[in-house]
């Protein structure tokens, strides 16, 4: 069976699964997955704003490996009851009382609002920049809506200002050599070849890591002044030096990542590579002029955290 003739089948049993088995609506459409088109299922439960995308393309695949279809309905049946008890705990939690030293910035690909129309955002680049409540207490965390912000009485903008300013944000920022994740005797890795991964503490929602300017600078000033960043998802970002590697280089490096089959979709992030310059403390999509240049001869490498 060619993938028309299974999505087809897949939209029948769903159909027919949601009217029988639980209550919600459906929506069957194109969305992005790892930087690509996908056809993606999207239901929401009665009564909630919140969709649960799940993709064809990953039930196609499970049934070329054998999978029967009643077994796939089943799977799917089971990411929509696990999920439909985040999306109920989430509705109970007083969102309005969000504290800052709880809140993060988080990287989303500007695409994604798309589904998510309510969440308050800052336009960053080709992202939006949107804000993650991690829930005291728990292992949840809740993307904050427009209706906090309008609450409080305070802009989004104004608001990631003082946050990524905040000690609370700076020091959860992690940054390692990915060389220090080879044991002895694996690789050897140049230094001028060095990448570094910026990301936070949990290793969670930790690409926006690179708002922080102090943990940027001293990157960038150990490359020479200037740091590539690759978006390797939205948990981490790698920093590269801009004089080893060519942005081409660098970009096929990124699409590479994004599209194994094992990156899981909802953590795609960009196929951008962007440059930060410690001189004129500018993030941004690379393949601008460069402002100034830098050569620093003696490197020393970055505060890692």
Not at 59 to 72: A, D, L, V
Not at 278 to 292: I, M, N, P, V, W
Request: charged content about 30%; overall charge negative; glycine content about 4%.
């Amino acid at each position: 069976m060619d993938f028309d003739m299974f999505y087809e089948e897949l939209k029948k049993q769903i159909l027919e699964f949601v009217t029988e088995e639980v209550k919600g609506t459906i929506d069957f459409r194109m969305v992005y997955k790892n930087g690509q088109q996908n056809h993606g299922i999207v239901f929401r439960p009665e009564g909630s704003n919140v969709g649960i995308t799940t993709y064809a393309e990953d039930f196609y695949r499970m049934y070329k490996e054998g999978i029967s279809f009643p077994s796939i309905i089943e799977s799917y049946a089971g990411t929509l009851h696990e999920a439909k008890d985040e999306i109920q705990f989430t509705k109970n939690i007083q969102i309005l009382k969000a504290k800052k030293e709880s809140i993060i910035p988080a990287f989303i690909p500007k695409e994604s609002l798309e589904f998510r129309p309510k969440l308050a955002h800052v336009p960053f680049e080709n992202l939006e920049i949107i804000f993650q409540w991690n829930v005291p207490g728990t292992e949840y965390s809740v993307k904050l809506p427009e209706e906090y912000f309008n609450y409080h009485q305070i802009e989004p903008k104004q608001f990631l200002a003082e946050l990524i300013d905040d000690p609370s944000f700076k020091n959860q920022t992690e940054v390692f050599s990915i060389s220090r994740l080879f044991g002895p005797g694996d690789i050897e890795i140049p230094k001028e070849q060095e990448m570094y991964c910026v990301t936070n503490q949990n290793k969670n929602w930790g690409a926006a890591s690179i708002l922080n300017k102090d943990i940027m600078d001293e990157i960038a000033d150990f490359f020479g002044g200037e740091t590539y960043i690759l978006p390797a998802s939205i948990h981490e970002c790698l920093a590269v030096d801009t004089h080893a590697h060519t942005i081409e280089e660098l970009k096929t490096m990124v699409r590479d990542i994004n599209s194994k089959p094992d990156l899981v979709g909802a953590d795609f992030l960009s196929n951008e590579v962007y440059v930060y310059d410690s001189y004129t403390r500018e993030l941004k999509l690379a393949g601008e002029q460069r402002t100034k240049e830098i050569q620093n001869p003696e490197k020393q490498e970055p505060i890692k955290r």
